[in-house]
């Protein structure tokens, strides 16, 4: 059986952000594998399990799982049919051709996308990769909570841990790690863009909602509806999960300091991660009591992006307006 297909990602202190926040603070940096973010990790775990005999396998995806996909794909010698909302830019449908997969492009949002994906499941026989709402996903996805605590040390807990939600997956992904190396105890800070906030108007709703629209610029946040798992480890009185919001402008000022600090790119997506310590959510949330002072560390999980160049740097500058 081919794989693991995801790499052991570096494990960095930030001085930046650990001087901002006056503790330390560690990226992980999953904008380090090799389809550029951490999707790799658990759709390259469900294909290992589901698509060895394969004829093929479809994704929907706005980006990052269909990177991840087609990279799996590509390595196993597989065929692969990536199906890309509109607002997909044409930096991804080119990186993914580049990758070998036939691309389609249907509807404006990753939820028409993802019908047409499970239309062709039915019709042609393909195996169908959901993006973030499948229990290996999560189980591959919790690799990275593992490598954190073999790294650290499990005696040596993070204070938090700070990850950006789309559809959840992540989210499920680390819940299901720190549990997994008794970290269950470790506040968990999701962050999600307004306009793509599915996660956030779920935990306020105290059920699940779907969102009309997304109106944020974070299209790989763009998931209209949160997957079930993820809203049940929200309303679970065993881990922590404090769900905060960001502004575009916000997520975009990320990007560009961490570009700045850092010297890597990332998408708006994981600028939103980013955020919590660029705009202050990690100190509001400690002068609130809902975060301990001192924190001990806090980990950041830098989850990537593939939908992201100069480019589309400057086209984010221009589209999203500038505080005044």
């Known amino acids: 059986m081919p794989g693991p297909f995801h790499i ?139 490598e954190i605590a073999a790294s650290m040390g499990r005696k040596q807990k993070p204070g938090a841990v700070v990850v950006s939600v789309g559809g959840g997956g992540l989210l499920c992904g680390v819940a299901q790690g720190l549990r997994g190396v008794g970290w269950e105890d470790v506040p968990i800070v999701t962050m999600e863009t307004v306009g793509a906030d599915c996660f956030n108007a779920a935990v306020k709703a105290g059920t699940i909602v779907t969102l009309e629209a997304i109106t944020s610029e974070a299209k790989c946040l763009g998931a209209k509806t949160v997957c079930r798992k993820a809203f049940q480890y929200s309303q679970s009185t065993e881990q922590a999960i404090i769900s905060e919001l960001v502004t575009d402008q916000q997520a975009l000022h990320a990007v560009e300091t961490f570009l700045d600090e850092e010297r890597v790119l990332v998408e708006l997506a994981c600028g939103a991660a980013l955020a919590a310590v660029y705009s202050g959510v990690i100190q509001r949330l400690q002068d609130e009591g809902r975060l301990p002072r001192p924190l001990g560390y806090l980990v950041v999980i830098v989850c990537g992006g593939s939908s992201i160049n100069r480019e589309q740097l400057a086209n984010l500058q221009k589209k999203i307006p500038r505080p005044t």
């Open 8 to 146: 052991n990602t570096p494990l960095v202190e930030s001085v930046g952000m650990s001087r901002r926040l006056g503790t330390t603070v560690y990226l992980k940096m999953e904008s380090s594998q090799p389809s550029g973010s951490f999707k790799i990790r658990g759709i390259g775990h469900l294909c290992q399990q589901m698509a060895m005999q394969s004829k093929g396998i479809v994704c929907s995806s706005g980006g990052n799982a269909g990177m991840a996909a087609a990279h799996v794909a590509r390595t196993m010698g597989l065929p692969a049919t990536i199906v890309v909302p509109s607002s997909s830019p044409p930096l991804v449908v080119q990186k993914l051709q580049d990758q070998g997969a036939t691309v389609k492009i249907t509807g404006e949002v990753w939820d028409e996308a993802n019908t047409e994906a499970l239309r062709l499941t039915e019709t042609e026989g393909l195996t169908y990769v959901p993006p973030f709402d499948h229990p290996l996903l999560w189980e591959g996805h919790s690799s990275v909570i593992t």
